[in-house]
């Protein structure tokens, strides 16, 4: 159960980082979601639906135009690259300034809780990282393809990509579930 619940607080905080940071920059922030699937509760504030869901084994923001060529000045293909790279390792920053916080104390004040939560935040803000499409790295790519394809054919490029490694990476933690489950009934979660 540890598990299960540090895994959700590392995912809200990681989706946290980027909430804010996009708000900062004046991105639109469509959804903020912790979970995938079937919407359990939800309710909108200034313009951003916040929703939890049935599987909240990951969560994302949805972003104005976040992968679609758009004219508007709140979508994020517009914004200026600096800001575009602010957004993108906000979540990941997160996740591991928090994460180097708690494993320090939880090791120095022997609680292994969160020891174990620092560990499992600092691991998620690092993996994140890498450019693996549907994770916080793929959009340094995406940056990538709009330098050599131009702002449409880039994003259009990215979309599908990132559209295909979603699926990939849901199916992906559907089929760890059952490992999870059996370390969890060992006591090794």
């Not at 540090?6 to 639109?28: D, M, P, Q, R, Y």
């Not at 939800?42 to 969560?59: D, E, I, Q, V």
């Not at 790295?137 to 709009?146: A, C, D, N, P, V």
């Not at 131009?150 to 992906?172: T, V």
């Amino acid at each position: 159960m540890l598990f299960f619940i540090s895994l959700i607080l590392t995912i809200f905080l990681h989706e946290l980082g980027h909430l804010i940071v996009a708000k900062l920059v004046k991105c639109k922030v469509e959804v903020f979601s912790i979970g995938f699937g079937k919407e359990l509760f939800s309710f909108k504030y200034k313009g951003t639906k916040y929703r939890l869901a049935l599987f909240p084994l990951g969560g994302y923001n949805k972003l104005k135009d976040e992968l679609n060529y758009s004219k508007s000045k709140y979508a994020f293909t517009n914004l200026r690259y600096r800001d575009k790279m602010f957004i993108i390792s906000a979540g990941c920053a997160t996740n591991v300034i928090i994460g180097l916080i708690a494993y320090y104390v939880g090791l120095n004040l022997q609680i292994y809780n969160l020891y174990y939560f620092g560990w499992l935040s600092l691991a998620l803000g690092i993996t994140n990282f890498l450019p693996i499409p549907a994770l916080d790295g793929s959009y340094s790519i995406l940056i990538w393809l709009e330098k050599l394809l131009g702002k449409k054919k880039g994003y259009d490029l990215m979309g599908k990509i990132c559209k295909w490694g979603f699926i990939i990476l849901m199916i992906l933690n559907i089929a760890c579930i059952p490992l999870l489950i059996k370390l969890y009934i060992q006591g090794a979660l």
